[in-house]
């Protein structure tokens, strides 16, 4: 009689890990998921470049819509370098080697009106991989042309709710 609720335990305790080797993979996709949960994907460039938007914070005003992009990625940087480079008179060499080591992402807060296809920044800054900002500020910006097949038009496309031909 001792032998059958030890086999029992075993089968249970199998059938435990069983299940539980089932739901592992969901489990680990809720935990990351839910971690990242306030950005969302909304553009990509082969080349490395990554732009996630926070659908909650988009505000709409009349055709306009403004909203945070967080841009990154190898391409993001290597963009950003040449913005360093451009302008040495207003960056130091800390900075642009700060740059270079410790860049991680853009956050840029853009707007676009959906209905003259125009885009044009608002504010931004850069972070390190400590999630600090450094270096300058983006400043607002003129309203220029969304160009086709670009980040920029396929994140309007999203965010102005519209079909481009």
Do not use: H
Request: aromatic fraction near 10%; charge should be neutral; charged fraction near 30%.
């Amino acid at each position: 009689m001792s032998e059958k609720p030890s086999s029992l335990k075993t089968t249970q305790v199998q059938r435990l890990c069983e299940d539980t080797m089932r739901l592992l993979p969901l489990m680990l996709l809720v935990v990351c998921c839910s971690v990242r949960a306030d950005w969302t994907l909304i553009a990509w460039a082969d080349a490395g470049a990554f732009w996630e938007y926070e659908p909650e914070r988009v505000k709409r005003n009349g055709t306009r819509v403004s909203f945070w992009i967080k841009q990154s990625g190898q391409l993001v940087k290597e963009q950003g370098l040449r913005k360093y480079e451009e302008r040495p008179d207003l960056y130091s060499k800390r900075e642009m080697v700060k740059y270079e080591t410790d860049f991680a992402f853009s956050l840029v807060k853009w707007e676009i009106d959906c209905k003259k296809w125009e885009m044009r920044t608002l504010d931004g800054s850069d972070y390190d991989i400590n999630g600090v900002t450094f270096g300058t500020k983006v400043s607002q910006g003129d309203f220029s042309d969304i160009y086709p097949n670009s980040l920029m038009d396929v994140a309007a496309i999203e965010l102005c709710k519209v079909k481009r031909k």
